[in-house]
Nanobody, 122 residues
Framework: QVQLQESGPGLVEPSQTVSLTCTVS??????????WSWIRQFPGKGLEYIGY???????DYSPTLKSRASISRDTSKNQFTLQLSSVTPEDTAAYYC??????????????WGQGTQVTVSS
């Protein structure tokens, strides 16, 4: 079974860069047709797509976050990392790493991390 686990700071200061790492077990992040993604949920609101890094190592970002977001991977550690720069209080949210399964008849996020709360405040 695939498991994803987020790690990173719970509290960051405005203008700083937040770095969140997702450790994957039970499956390789290089396995064909999977997209290792980050999404976030604002308090009292729905989910927002941030970006992904594909099984080939190619990134994709939401247009609204492309200038600030960077997703990378370390295949030797089976990890992928989100860096979000110049954060403001509007970036306060619960952040999830998830696996996107594009091989399914209807593409879905089939495995989720438990989520990690990021609060931006001075």
């Amino acid at each position: 079974q695939v498991q994803l686990q987020e790690s990173g700071p719970g509290l960051v200061e405005p203008s700083q860069t937040v770095s969140l790492t997702c450790t994957v077990s039970g499956g390789s992040i290089t396995t064909n047709y999977y997209y290792w993604s980050w999404i976030r949920q604002f308090p009292g609101k729905g989910l927002e797509y941030i970006g992904y890094i594909s099984y080939r190592g190619n990134p994709d970002y939401s247009p609204t976050l492309k200038s600030r977001a960077s997703i990378s991977r370390d295949t030797s550690k089976n990890q992928f990392t989100l860096q979000l720069s110049s954060v403001t209080p509007e970036d306060t949210a619960a952040y999830y790493c998830v696996r996107g399964d594009s091989s399914a008849y209807i593409p879905i996020y089939d495995y989720w991390g438990q989520g990690t709360q990021v609060t931006v405040s001075s």
